[in-house]
C-alpha cells in the first residue's frame, strides 16, 4: 500500500467510523426518521414522541451530532434539530461499491461464456 | 427489507443455458473467470475453499458454503462478503446470500444475480472492507480483466 493510500485510509476511517457508530443503535435510527421528514424539531417536541427521557434524547442527539448526521440550530430560547443527508449518501458509497465489483465480475463472466 | 439490505443485477448472455450452468458450477472455469483457485468441486451443503490468485493478493482467502444447485435453473452460496483480513475468524459473523438464476431466452440465457444480507453485516465489518477494498481489489479486477482479454 502506498503512503498516499495510507492517508487516504486514515482519512476515510476519520470520517466514517463515527456515522456507523452513530447509526447502531434503534434510538438513534428512530430519530433519524424522524429528523428526515424534513422539519427541524425541539428537543421536546422529539421527546413528546417517544417514551425516551429529555435527557436520554439530548444524549443521542449529541452522537449523531458529532457524527455530522443531525445540525443543530438556535431559535429563541430552544434549539431545534435537523438532519443531514451527506453522511448517509456517503455510507451508500460502500454498497455502489460492491454493486460495482458484481458489473464487472458479470462481464468477466460474459466473455468467457460467449467466447 | 431495505434497499440496503441487497444488490440485484440482470445480464444478457449469449450462450446457452447449459454453458454458463458450467461455467458458474465447473470450480475450475468458476476460478478462471472470478478470479480465485478453488481447492475442490462444489457441493451444496459444503464448504468451498481456495485463494485469491492475483499476484500480491494470494493471501486472500476464499471461502463460501454451497447453498443450492439445481440444474441449469439455481446456484447459490453463502460467503462472507468482507472477509479481507488475513487469519482473522469471520464465521461467527453474519453472512450474505449469493444467488445465480438462469433463465432461457430466445438469444440465450438471461442471468439474475442476487446478493442479500447487508443490513446484518456488523456496520465495522462494512467499513472496514470499504477501506480495504478501495485500493486492492480495484486493481486486482482490472488485472484479472487484462488476463481473460489476452486469453480470448
Known sequence: ?115 | MTDTDRIEKRIELNAPVSRVWQALTDHQEFGEWFGVKLDGPFVPGQASRGHITYPGYEHLKWEAVVQEMEPQKLFSFTWHPYAVEPGKDYSSEASTLVEFKLERTANGTLLLLTESGFDKIPGERRFEAFRMNEGGWEEQMKNIERHVGQKR
Open chain 1, 1 to 115: 500500500m502506498s503512503d498516499r493510500s495510507v492517508s487516504r485510509a486514515a482519512r476515510d476511517r476519520k470520517v466514517y467510523a463515527p456515522v456507523f457508530f452513530a447509526l447502531g443503535d434503534e434510538t438513534r435510527l428512530w430519530l433519524v426518521a424522524r429528523l428526515s421528514s424534513g422539519t427541524p424539531q425541539s428537543i421536546a417536541e422529539l421527546t413528546a414522541g417517544s417514551s425516551l427521557t429529555r435527557q436520554a434524547i439530548t444524549k443521542h442527539l449529541r452522537v449523531l451530532e458529532d457524527a455530522g448526521l443531525v445540525r443543530s440550530m438556535r431559535t429563541g430560547r430552544e434549539s431545534r434539530f435537523e438532519f443531514e443527508p451527506k453522511p448517509v449518501k456517503q455510507l451508500k458509497a460502500y454498497l455502489d461499491q460492491v454493486s460495482e465489483q458484481w458489473d464487472q465480475t458479470l462481464g468477466r463472466l460474459k466473455s468467457f461464456v460467449e467466447r
